[in-house]
Structures are given as structure tokens and as C-alpha cells.
């Protein structure tokens, strides 16, 4: 494994000579760039970015790492089209369909365009599409691309396609294109959490985004620096971890350089009048306040995801949703089912009528694999596990004892301990 930048990438792309039409929608799009933007590194199977030239470009992440907002910086900075499946229902043929309907800016075919490596596309967001096409479209949609890819070997070294997802929906990606696809050549790229470097970065990338004139960020800031040195003292505090240790640990590197993190606190920094008495309180609270911000990230992630499943299933049921549908209080209490293999039930709090419930239950079936806390069907964290089976035990859902021995010996692997303040 090797890491690139996002430079490394854009080298080995070409720009495409077929556009989507400006007035045209539902389909391909060309992505406008994102502001604040730092890249984050990405990580390839390999030893050198030119492991990049293949027909398939794999990049998976976590969940909230950013990856569609890298998904659009790329498009922006080459004018590569992006099929986003969070959007656009898809099946079998789609991805051909969408090409033809593309201008040119000479009179090349499109489709034979995209064979020779001259229009690549990006598909973002393989995780949502199961939910937009379910996994009957997607399953299709990757099926006939593998056989559109086939058809035609023109352009074998040349990236033609980038796939966006989450660790599971990439990997089941991956296995299909091999199975359908054997001699298409493909590399996995994945977003990394971000040092200390780019984490500083994105946090004043957001600050100055929102800070009003004159405000104290703006004045100071040798004292924000001081106090952003600070937060991530107190989460080092949190984690247990020697001084010094945060940035070459992975679990603390999964906090720390986690996005909606570095966002946060990149607002709460524009926000801040005294940045002495906060740090004096992160320093004496022994990282808990720290802790709180990450806390509020979570249960963010939690309603960010209620409203992807919602705003698809709102559409498909016949009456008003009730708020409890795929709220914080269902997700755990799911995801605890989901990793003991039981019913998926729930918290029993949800009353849909028998069509609506049972349309709900099969979007749950089909995207909580595919959940940000979930990691190869298990919980991807001690702390996401415990919070989840903390809940579904609340709510009456039987835990296994092994799965309450393997998180609380996790959590002592990780738990903070006390140590001199620095």
C-alpha cells in the first residue's frame, strides 16, 4: 500500500471531450467545486501512482469522510461527468443510455469515447443507490456495465470509471465486476482519515469560511492555533493515549481526523470570544468536553442517515411518516439486531400500516449493511457498538454474552486513563 495525493489521481484521468448538456437533468452532471476544501490522502493497493491506470478506480471510505465532496472536486477540476446514485435511479443499460445522450466537442461517438479512455465517469454513492434503485436496479446496473465494459477492449490501461461507496457496498461492487467482468482491470484507492497537517487545514478552512469580520478567530490567531493544539490534547486525554500518540494511533486518528470533527470545531473556532478560558476548560475537564464534540458528530450522523431512508421511503408510503421512523432510537436498536443476527424489529416504536411497514422493512433490510457503524457486519467501533447495544438492551432486545465480553475488552483496550495535563 502507498500514499497519493489527490494530484496523483487527476494525472492519470483524461479530460473529456463530451459533456453532459446544460439544460440537462436526472442524469450526468459535472460537479461544482466545493468550498472549503483540503484533500485528504488516499491510500492505493500498490507502490506507485501509476497503480492508478486501470479501467476501474475503486475509492472507498467510512462514512462522513467526505467522499462526495471529493467526488466534485475531481469533477470540477477535469470536467468529469458524475453518476450520482443517490439521485438517479439506475438498472440494466443505464450507464450506456446516459452516455449517448452526451454532447461532444467534435463529432467523436460518446460511447466509443468512453471505451478508449477519453470520458471517464464517476459513480458516486454506491451505499445510497441501494436505496434509490434497490438492490434489484443496482445489481443490474453493475451487471450490464460489466458487460458494456466487455464489449469493448479499446482502451484497456485508461481509467474509465471511478466508484464512490462505503467499505461493504465497494467490496460487493468489486466481487460483481470480477465475476462478470474477469479481464477488466481494476485498483482500490481508500480516503484516508487526515493527519494532523490536513486536519489543521480543514479546520481553518472552515473557520474562515464562517467567521464574521473582525471576530476574534480573525484577530488572534496564534491564539486559535494554540486553542485547536489544545482540543487535540483532550482527545488524545480521552482516548487513553501517551502523549504525543494521536496521530500515529488509528483509533485516534479516526477521531481526530474524522471530517464532521474537523468541521465542527472549524465553526465553533469562528464562534469563540475567549479562546483562553475554552482551552482552560478542555484542559481541566480531562478531554470530556472534547469527547462532547465528537458525541454531537454521531448522533448528526445518526439523523443524517434517518433522512436519506426517510426522504426515499416518504415516497413510496401512502401516509405522513411518524418521526420515529429510522430515528436514533430504531437505528441502535437495529444495528444491535443486525450484528446478532435476530429479527430486525426494532425498538417496537414505529406504527406504519401493514404496506407501509413492510416497504420500510425492506429499505432496513437492504441499507443497514451498509450503515456507517457497520463494518463487514460488525460494529466498527467499541463506543458505536456499546452505544447501540446499550439501547437495544433498554428497549428488551437479548444480547449474546460473547458480544458484551468482545466490547467491554475493547473498551479496556481503549478506555482513558488518567495522566499529568500538559
Known amino acids: 500500500m502507498s500514499e497519493i495525493a489527490l494530484s496523483a489521481l487527476i494525472n492519470v484521468l483524461n479530460r473529456p471531450v463530451h459533456r453532459p448538456k446544460s439544460d440537462q437533468t436526472g442524469g450526468l452532471f459535472v460537479g461544482e467545486r466545493p468550498t472549503p476544501f483540503v484533500s485528504p490522502v488516499l491510500e492505493i493497493e500498490g507502490e506507485s501512482p501509476s497503480d492508478l491506470g486501470k479501467e476501474i478506480i475503486f475509492i472507498e471510505a467510512s462514512a462522513a469522510v467526505g467522499k462526495s465532496t471529493f467526488a466534485r472536486q475531481l469533477s470540477a477540476t477535469l470536467d468529469v461527468p458524475i453518476l450520482d446514485l443517490a439521485q438517479v435511479p439506475v438498472s440494466a443499460g443505464s450507464l450506456r443510455a446516459l452516455l449517448t445522450d452526451l454532447k461532444a466537442d467534435d463529432k467523436s461517438d460518446p460511447v466509443a469515447a468512453f471505451h478508449e479512455g477519453r470520458i471517464p465517469v464517476i459513480v458516486d454513492a454506491l451505499d445510497e443507490g441501494r436505496l434509490v434503485s434497490s438492490e434489484t436496479g443496482i445489481e443490474q446496473f453493475l451487471e450490464s456495465t460489466a458487460e458494456f465494459l466487455r464489449s469493448n477492449r479499446t482502451g484497456g490501461s485508461r481509467p474509465k470509471l471511478i466508484l464512490l461507496g462505503r467499505f461493504e457496498s465497494t467490496e460487493l461492487a468489486r466481487e460483481q465486476f470480477e465475476r462478470d467482468a474477469p479481464g477488466v482491470t481494476h485498483v482500490t484507492a481508500n480516503i484516508e482519515f487526515f493527519d494532523k497537517e490536513g486536519a489543521e487545514q480543514l479546520i481553518h478552512a472552515y473557520a474562515a469560511t464562517v467567521a464574521k469580520p473582525g471576530s476574534h478567530y480573525q484577530q488572534h490567531p496564534d491564539q486559535a492555533q494554540d486553542f485547536i493544539t489544545t482540543f487535540f490534547d483532550a482527545i488524545?486525554?480521552?482516548l487513553g493515549l501517551s502523549a504525543g500518540e494521536l496521530w500515529q494511533n488509528q483509533r485516534g486518528k479516526v477521531f481526530a481526523g474524522y471530517a464532521p470533527v474537523l468541521a465542527a470545531l472549524g465553526s465553533i473556532l469562528a464562534a469563540i470570544d475567549d479562546f483562553t478560558n475554552v482551552a482552560r476548560n478542555l484542559k481541566a475537564d480531562g478531554g470530556r468536553e472534547a469527547w462532547g464534540v465528537i458525541e454531537a458528530v454521531l448522533y448528526e450522523i445518526l439523523g443524517r442517515e434517518q433522512d436519506k431512508l426517510r426522504d426515499v421511503l416518504s415516497e413510496r408510503c401512502e401516509s405522513a411518516l411518524p418521526n420515529s421512523v429510522y430515528d436514533v432510537e430504531e437505528q441502535l436498536s437495529l444495528l444491535a439486531q443486525y450484528v446478532s443476527s435476530q429479527p430486525l424489529e426494532g425498538a417496537g416504536r414505529v406504527r406504519l400500516s401493514p404496506s407501509d411497514m413492510e416497504k420500510y422493512?425492506?429499505?432496513?433490510?437492504?441499507?443497514?449493511p451498509h450503515h456507517p457503524?457497520?463494518?463487514r457486519h460488525e460494529f466498527g467501533d467499541a463506543v458505536l457498538g456499546s452505544a447501540s447495544v446499550s439501547r437495544a438492551v433498554y428497549h428488551g432486545t437479548s444480547i449474546s454474552r460473547e458480544r458484551?465480553?468482545?466490547?467491554?475488552?475493547?473498551?479496556?483496550q481503549?478506555?482513558?486513563t488518567r495522566r499529568p495535563s500538559r
Do not use: C, G
Not at 361 to 368: A, F, I, P, S
Not at 404 to 412: D, G, N, T, Y
Open 236 to 238: 488524545e486525554t480521552f
Open 361 to 368: 422493512k425492506e429499505m432496513v433490510r437492504t441499507y443497514l
Open 404 to 412: 458484551l465480553i468482545s466490547l467491554s475488552r475493547q473498551w479496556r
Open 414 to 416: 481503549s478506555a482513558p
Open 373 to 375: 457503524f457497520m463494518r
